[in-house]
Structures are given as structure tokens and as C-alpha cells.
């Protein structure tokens, strides 16, 4: 199975600064045929089921706003958070979809410094 | 708009089974793959498995695959999920979520979650 890893376990930021959460599995999903990282990125606040935020690495999901990047291919993977805001608040995760079964990272929960 | 409505909350006692269901609306129910994935309280998320809407294929995690059993119901445009002998650790939420990928395929990124369904297991 494809591990995936993140890191910090956990993070407090103001608000207004950046968050940057890192994710590497331990085996490159980027399938070369199509040069699409099949990598993704969710949001889970308490309560709540995941949203997803990021696929294919770095491509924003509809009404995400724009805050949310992603970037990174291979086994190195980065999701940041321009300005963090308040909603923010929540952990998140990283899901590689290349090769079944298709593993989530543990999360990183973010909160307010 | 798109919804994944699961069934409610079920008790179980260890070895018994217990059936999942998952009715979507808003979407063509069979252009899309459905994911089950699961939550233990206070974890993570792990990958249970994908059917295939369209035809009925089936992918499970090898930890599950002689446990679980994933059905579609295309008229009612719902999907089931039996998990079988079941254990303490078996305890969690278990989501279903629309799979969006290349072509209906379990290689998908999961863009519309059900509300879960928490299964305890319990004696």
C-alpha cells in the first residue's frame, strides 16, 4: 500500500498569515501516460464530512476560494493557505487515488494562534 | 443541486452485519463510481472501497474483501454497503462519497460526501 505522511501534526497560525501543510507518499503518483499527480486534498471540520478542496495536486474544486493552493508532484506534495481565516479552522487531509487502496494521509489539524 | 443522503445510525453486536445505504439525487447516478470510506472516533479516514454505478464493479481494500459486499440500486439511485462479521473495531462513521475521475474508475478524487452513518459494535 502507498503510505502517505504530513507534516506538521498540527499547526496554530494567525489569522491573515500563512499555513503551509506538507504531504509525501511513499511512492509517486504521478501516472506518466497523463502527467496528472492523482493527489487530493480535504477539509474536515468537526461534525462534518470532508470537502474536497484539491485534485489532480494543484486544481481548485468550484467555490473553493482562492486562498487554497496546492502544489508539488511526484511523492512531495504542499497545500497552503494564503490568508487564513477564521472557517479555516479544521483538519485537514491528503488522499492519493493511483493506486488502490487509496490511502489517506493522517491530517493536520489547523487552529488559531 | 447534488445530495448523498445515507441511512441513520445502527447498533450491532459483534458478529452480526450491518447494511449502509446511500441515495443520491442531483446527478446521473450511473456516469459516477461510489466511494465508501470510514472514520473510527477521534481517527483518521481509510478507504473501504468503490462500485461502479454503471456496471456494478467492484474494488475493496484488502482488509475488507472478505467482509464487505458493495451493491448499486440504479432504479432508486442507491448504493448499499453490507459489512459482515462485525467487530469492535469496526466502531465508525462511514461515509459515501461521489468518485470523480477519469471515466467511471475507483481512481477518483471524492467531490460530494454522504452525511455519514455511525455503526457501533457493541456487546
Known amino acids: 500500500d502507498i503510505v502517505m505522511t504530513q507534516s506538521p501534526d498540527s499547526l496554530a497560525v494567525s489569522l491573515g498569515e500563512r499555513a503551509t501543510i506538507n504531504c509525501r507518499s511513499s511512492?509517486?503518483?504521478?501516472?506518466?501516460?497523463?502527467?496528472?499527480?492523482?493527489l487530493a486534498w480535504y477539509q474536515q471540520k468537526p461534525g462534518q464530512p470532508p470537502k474536497l478542496l484539491i485534485y489532480w495536486a494543484s486544481t481548485r474544486e468550484s467555490g473553493v476560494p482562492v486562498r487554497f493552493s496546492g502544489s508539488g508532484s511526484g511523492t512531495d506534495f504542499t497545500l497552503t493557505i494564503s490568508s487564513l481565516q477564521a472557517e479555516d479552522v479544521a483538519v485537514y487531509y491528503c488522499?492519493?487515488?493511483?493506486?488502490?487502496?487509496?490511502?489517506f494521509g493522517p491530517g493536520t489539524k489547523v487552529d488559531i494562534k | 443541486q447534488i445530495q448523498l443522503v445515507q441511512s441513520g445510525g445502527e447498533v450491532k453486536k459483534p458478529g452480526a452485519s450491518v447494511k449502509v445505504s446511500c441515495k443520491a439525487s442531483g446527478y446521473s447516478f450511473t456516469n459516477y463510481g461510489i466511494t465508501w470510506v470510514r472514520q473510527a472516533p477521534g481517527q483518521g479516514l481509510e478507504w473501504v472501497g468503490w462500485i461502479s454505478a454503471d456496471n456494478g464493479n467492484t474494488r475493496y481494500a484488502q482488509k475488507f474483501q472478505d467482509r464487505v459486499v458493495m451493491t448499486t440500486d440504479t432504479s432508486t439511485s442507491t448504493a448499499f454497503m453490507e459489512l459482515r462479521s462485525l467487530r469492535s473495531d469496526d466502531t465508525a462513521v462511514y461515509y459515501c462519497?461521489?468518485?470523480?475521475?477519469?471515466?467511471?474508475?475507483?481512481?477518483?478524487?471524492?467531490?460530494?460526501w454522504g452525511q455519514g452513518t455511525l455503526v457501533t459494535v457493541s456487546s
Open positions: 511512492q509517486s503518483v504521478l501516472k506518466n501516460s497523463n502527467n496528472n499527480n492523482y
Open positions: 462519497a461521489r468518485g470523480r475521475g477519469i471515466g467511471v474508475v475507483p481512481a477518483a478524487c471524492l467531490d460530494n
Open positions: 488522499q492519493q487515488y493511483y493506486i488502490a487502496p487509496f490511502t
